[in-house]
């Protein structure tokens, strides 16, 4: 989601028409709240937000959201919602971390759901994150565990950098960048049709860190 791709903004009206999308997002704000604890006094960036499905359901839990993608298309959706909500502690804004200089803003907590592996310069963004975090601030990563390539089918298939990650590896790299405390929880693992034919198992991670 964090890729500027035509297929993105195109596919953002009908994002959240798949069931399974939704749930599975949900499932990532589930954990989140349960592994991470957010408190009414945060403010929290929703990194690679697409639609805003994470972010919209951690609202209740923080004091503010700020939803960043690099996807028009996705945003304007997302606006939508926050409009039609009347959600006064929510904003959006355009933002791309492997380019753009990092913003003035700091957050308590930064959340990002299926995002990482669509990001080529990881360290860069985590590199980032830290920055961005106010000192013992919490970044929180749900992604994909390590899989053969063959979970993102069709056009979206162009805009994944990352089979996935190892998990001890990304924790590596949070470290380098800055963060301690790092643990790992799985979300959740479920069966998807691929491109081959038949299904295959896929699981997603959550890895929590706190800015040192």
Request: negative net charge; glycine residues 8%; proline residues 3%.
């Amino acid at each position: 989601m964090l890729v500027t791709m035509n297929y993105f903004d195109e596919a953002a009206t009908t994002w959240d028409d798949q069931p399974h999308r939704v749930r599975l997002m949900k499932t990532i704000g589930e954990s989140i709240v349960r592994e991470a604890a957010p408190t009414k006094d945060m403010a929290v960036l929703d990194y690679g937000c697409g639609t805003g499905l994470v972010g919209l359901y951690l609202l209740s839990y923080v004091r503010t959201i700020t939803g960043a993608d690099s996807s028009l298309g996705m945003l304007e959706i997302l606006r939508s919602k926050i409009d039609a909500g009347g959600l006064k502690a929510m904003k959006v804004i355009q933002l791309d971390l492997e380019k753009d200089d990092v913003p003035a803003d700091r957050y308590d907590m930064i959340v990002t759901g299926m995002a990482m592996h669509h990001i080529a310069n990881t360290d860069r963004v985590l590199n980032a994150f830290h920055e961005m975090l106010v000192p013992g601030g919490m970044v929180c990563i749900a992604d994909l565990d390590t899989e053969p390539g063959t979970f993102h089918t069709g056009q979206s298939a162009a805009s994944v950098h990352h089979r996935g990650f190892d998990r001890q590896e990304l924790k590596q790299r949070l470290k380098r960048a800055g963060f301690a405390n790092a643990s790992d929880s799985t979300v959740v693992k479920f069966r998807k049709p691929v491109d081959s034919g038949g299904d295959e198992e896929f699981s997603i991670f959550l890895i929590t860190a706190r800015r040192s």
